[in-house]
């Protein structure tokens, strides 16, 4: 099947104004649509945000029984839609269809002075499906007629983040291989890497599926359950079954990028000095100054093709499920071995600091007794 890449992410979310507020104001997304009952969308309110080739549209339900208001009550805000990019939405439709997937929502077309949006649904993982679309007209439009678009002036300095690099997904136990079969049979996708990851007494097992073209890659974990749990349990659990537990972002200039998120209020994973300290004997000379990924804590790695380096924005969701990262590729594909573990030991030192501060009084009083 032709898939070009990831065209959006929806997240269904309790307050969408609330969630594009951090967005903007932390990651520099700017409010270029929106949508509601007034635009044929019933029983919702959508904002979209953009920045670079990055679309995230966010969704709340006005009723109880909106999808989006349901999942929220399930899962808390998190994505609920991966949407692919394809040149004929509806041959994509049939033949995931007849690959394996559920179908959602058969082809429909929004259209409107010239541009005209082909989509069409079909199940994914959990509570996430897959939005096919087929775009045909003027670029600036998301959803003729359903989405209005908004005139927003150009941005006084180019964007610092491109567009979306992976999406990791967490599934029980038991289900990484038939996922990752049903992206095979259903998508076409084939697996581009895989390795066992340990983090101190834990656990997990990943691989990673890719479309042919390279566009649009899934990172599958699951928990090794025969170890200590850890976040990946916690992710199953906090989000009530398998969901995407990170999306990661395309970077110009990671250094730059990390500097200016944090002066705006996003917090990152930190990184103990002694990654840095081993640093040459392990890769040998990287591209970017030593000392400027230590005093921000950026990881560093490498596969055949070249470098990466990436980081792990703190969460900002309540239920500590859903976070951010960042990547800048200097002509690697894939993942490095050795980074996977550590952005993972940073992520379980976050949660551990949230674990410990969330303890009552009580809870601390009777741990002692």
Known sequence: MDFLGVDHVEFYVGDARQAAFVLCSGFGFRLIGQGGPETGLPGQRSLLLGQGDCRVLLTSGLTPDHPAAQYVARHG?????????????????????????????????????????????????????????????????????????????????????????????????????????????????????????????QGMFSQVVQSPGGGITLTLIQPDLSRSPGQIDNFLDWHDGPGVQHLALNSRDIVTTVDTLARRGVGFALTPDGYYSSLDGRLGPVDLPVEELRGRGILVDRDHWGQMYQIFATSMHVRRTFFWELIERHGARTFGTSNIPALYEAKERELATVQQ?????????????
Request: charge should be negative; proline fraction near 7%.
């Open 77 to 201: 805000d998190g994505v609920a839609v991966i949407a692919l990019g394809t040149r004929d939405a509806a041959a994509a439709y049939a033949g995931t269809v007849s690959g394996g997937a559920t179908a959602v929502q058969e082809p429909r077309t929004y259209a409107r002075e010239g541009a005209s949006v082909v989509t069409a649904t079909v199940s994914g993982f959990g509570d996430v499906v897959h939005r096919l679309v087929e775009r045909h007209g003027p670029a600036g439009e998301f959803l003729p007629g359903a989405i209005e678009m908004l005139d927003v002036p150009p941005p006084a300095s180019p964007d610092l983040l491109l567009s979306i690099d992976h999406a990791a997904v967490c599934v029980p136990d038991g289900q990484l291989d038939s996922t990752t079969q049903y992206y095979r049979k259903a998508f076409g996708f084939e697996v581009i890497f895989e390795e066992y990851i340990e983090v101190g007494k």
């Open 357 to 369: 501060s969330a303890q009552t009084p009580e809870t601390t009083e009777a741990g002692h007794r």
